[in-house]
């Protein structure tokens, strides 16, 4: 059973514009919420976090925000550009990290 | 600067062999962790441990096994390889426990079991 879900397979934006991806978990029990990007052939790698005392937490174009009684959680990108194209994984932990199935995300010039 | 260093970056294998998927870091990390990513499921956790001598399971342990004797090194072995197998496999450490920190990947290894 997946404690975090990323309902969206796939995400096609423009070059410029917002590029929002989402993610729901069903464990009260996390406290600690990562975003990650993964390019082809490569292993994922960091993208920005959030704990769950907080609602938002901003780096540079990408921020993140948390709705703890929606138990769901997002990334917004702004703006967009071509070389964002890549997997991007929800994850959350508690004690370990669960990870959501993923979203492919296509910025198109 | 190696950070997290698998091998072999493939490999196929005969349903019933038996092979070890290495994992080390130079982080000096006491978290590390195997996932395997297959098509639609994302990242699930096999195995972790939180330190030298310490392992446990994660959500798909079955057919896998791990050790832990020194901090810098978590291999990964299939005692029987299954075609239910055949994934890409990523080892990961971090600082801490891995509940809060930030997991550094390998590159990743690609398993296919025939």
């Known amino acids: 059973d997946q404690q975090v879900k990323q309902n969206s397979p796939s995400l096609s934006v423009q070059e410029g514009r917002i590029s929002i991806l989402n993610c729901d978990y069903t464990?009260?029990?996390?406290?600690?919420f990562l975003w990650y990007k993964k390019y082809p052939a490569e292993g994922p790698t960091f993208l920005i976090s959030?704990?769950?005392?907080?609602d938002k937490n901003e780096d540079g174009r990408f921020t993140v925000f948390l709705n703890k009684s929606a138990k769901h959680l997002s990334l917004h990108i702004v703006p967009s550009q071509p070389g964002d194209s890549a997997v991007y994984f929800c994850?959350?932990?508690?004690?370990?990290?669960?990870f959501g199935a993923g979203t492919r995300l296509t910025v198109k010039p | 600067n190696a950070g997290v260093t698998q091998t072999p970056k493939f490999q196929v294998l005969k349903t019933g062999q038996s092979m070890t998927l290495q994992c080390a870091q130079d982080?000096?990390?006491?978290?590390m962790s195997w996932y395997r990513q297959d098509p639609g499921m994302g990242l699930r956790l096999i195995h972790y441990?939180?330190?030298?001598?310490?392992?446990d399971q994660g959500e798909v342990p079955n057919g896998y096994n791990v050790s832990r004797s020194t901090t810098e090194d978590f291999p990964l072995r299939l005692l029987s390889a299954a075609p239910s197998q055949t994934s890409v496999y990523f080892c990961?450490?971090?600082?801490?426990?891995?509940?809060?920190?930030?997991?550094?990947f390998g590159e990743g290894s690609r398993l296919t079991v025939l």
């Open positions: 990961a450490s971090s600082v801490g426990t891995g509940g809060t920190g930030e997991l550094f």
């Open positions: 464990n009260s029990m996390f406290d600690y």
């Open positions: 959030i704990s769950s005392i907080k």
């Open positions: 994850a959350a932990s508690e004690n370990d990290m669960r």
């Open positions: 982080m000096n990390h006491e978290y």
């Open positions: 441990s939180v330190g030298a001598g310490i392992t």
